[in-house]
């Protein structure tokens, strides 16, 4: 029974200054590198994912182009691939990451399931080769993305455990709803 840790989404846009910046993101990113060094033995598989989306079009829907966002299911543009917004923050160190996936090339995507790698592996794929049976969860926002591949984990018949100080939401409200929730359906909050 391996296990995997997934790093969702800590990416310049959504940390401090960023086009979708969420208060904690940078802690979240030092906090991540910090984890890493102690415990990266721990994990045979740690997957870090990016919000990539395609520059010349809406993303289907996911970016608002001629309403302003509702900043449910429509977004200003952000983490554009290629863009500095898209990229890692600097405070996140990528070293011990074994797989990168995209997610969101052209349609709106919140799971880090729903990425794939350079070579075009899915997550469920690489999971599934290594016989991984446990993840844990770090990443932003809880209230979105981490708690959007928290449940696809579940969903997967993972064990999953939510580091929940390498974590931060968008709104304080909507965070803890999404930890309740996820507590709800079967995930370990652990500090």
């Known amino acids: 029974m391996g296990k995997a840790l997934f790093i969702v989404d800590v990416q310049n846009d959504f940390t401090e200054g960023g086009a979708l910046g969420v208060e904690g993101g940078a802690a979240v990113a030092a906090g991540v590198t910090a984890f890493l060094r102690e415990h990266a033995d721990d994990y045979e598989v740690i997957v870090a994912s990016r919000d990539w989306h395609d520059a010349d079009n809406d993303n289907g829907g996911h970016f608002a182009t001629d309403d302003e966002p509702d900043f449910v299911e429509s977004w200003p543009r952000h983490c554009v691939a290629g863009s500095p917004g898209a990229e890692y923050h600097p405070a996140f160190d990528t070293s011990r990451v074994t797989f ?5 090339q052209g349609v709106p995507a ?3 399931f729903e990425g794939r790698t350079e070579a075009g592996a899915t997550v469920h794929e690489i999971l599934e ?7 844990d969860v770090a990443g932003i926002a809880t209230d979105y993305c981490v708690r959007a591949s928290a449940l696809d984990a579940l969903a997967h018949g993972q064990h999953v455990r939510v580091l929940t100080s390498l974590i931060a939401g968008v709104a304080e409200t909507s965070s803890q709803a999404a930890l309740a929730e996820l507590a709800h359906a079967g995930a370990e909050l652990v500090d």
Do not use: A, N, Q
């Not at 080769?129 to 993840?135: D, L, S």
């Open 129 to 135: 080769e290594r016989g991984i049976h446990t993840i």
């Open 110 to 112: 919140y799971s880090l």
């Open 100 to 104: 990168h996936v995209h997610k969101g």
